[in-house]
């Protein structure tokens, strides 16, 4: 099956920086989406990004799915934040209900 | 409110109960899921439903069983347990519209432990 590598896996940054998070997979997509999960355990669906370039706020996704990898930029980081992020992705010509998730990035923002 | 709601928050059980964890979406979505998230694992689909037809089955084993009496709703029936199937069950739900199958939305989870 497709494989989802996601880097960093820990992350610790001062509030108020800049992160970027990676998520490089192995085969193509027609589906791709970064989640957070707070220390409460809620994932929180972030960005549906199978190509392209997306904003909310103080966080946007890039997918460049012909080589195979998106990137989630966050700026000006604040405690809030800290959590885990997941990149889910299914498989082009694959089921489209199965997404298969990375192992995420932990990011921790001190005060 | 995330549109998703989940019951139990906690559970805890011995491996010879009989129990059930509810999910409820009102997002008005035609398809939900059933995620196991074990420590130090990434999340494992279990099953998918859409529009009440079971979708997929990924391999779990019988003493987990799945019930979606309409689209809104689902549960989870949960017996002879193993203290391996300990973690965070986590229901999902999105809309899926021919081949397109946009954000997937979760609910809180029950953190399921087996004694």
């Known amino acids: 099956g497709i494989q989802v590598e996601q880097s960093p896996p820990d992350l610790i940054l001062q509030e108020g920086a800049n992160s970027t998070l990676r998520c490089n997979f192995s085969d193509s997509v027609n589906n791709l989406q970064w989640f957070h999960q707070n220390p409460w355990g809620q994932l929180i669906n972030l960005f549906y990004i199978p190509s392209g370039t997306k904003q909310n706020g103080r966080l946007s996704a890039t997918t460049v799915a012909t080589e195979r990898y998106s990137l989630l930029y966050i700026s000006s980081s604040q405690t809030t934040d800290s959590g885990v992020y997941f990149c889910a992705v299914a498989n082009s010509g694959g089921s489209n209900y199965k997404l298969t998730f990375g192992k995420g990035t932990l990011l921790t923002v001190n005060p | 409110e995330t549109g998703v709601t989940q019951t139990p928050r906690h559970l805890v059980m011995g491996m010879t109960n009989k129990k059930s964890l509810k999910c409820e979406q009102h997002l008005g979505h035609n398809a939900m899921y059933w995620y196991k998230q074990s420590a130090k694992k990434p999340l494992e689909l279990m099953f998918v439903?859409?529009?009440?037809?079971?979708?997929e089955n990924n391999s779990v084993p019988s003493r987990f069983s799945p019930e979606c009496p309409n689209s809104s709703h689902l549960f989870l029936h949960l017996h002879t347990l193993q203290p391996e199937d300990s973690a965070l069950y986590l229901c999902?739900?999105?809309?899926?519209?021919?081949?397109?199958?946009?954000?997937?939305?979760f609910g809180s989870g029950t953190q399921l432990s087996v004694l």
């Open positions: 439903y859409n529009f009440k037809e079971q979708t």
């Open positions: 999902a739900s999105s809309q899926v519209v021919g081949q397109n199958n946009e954000k997937l939305f």
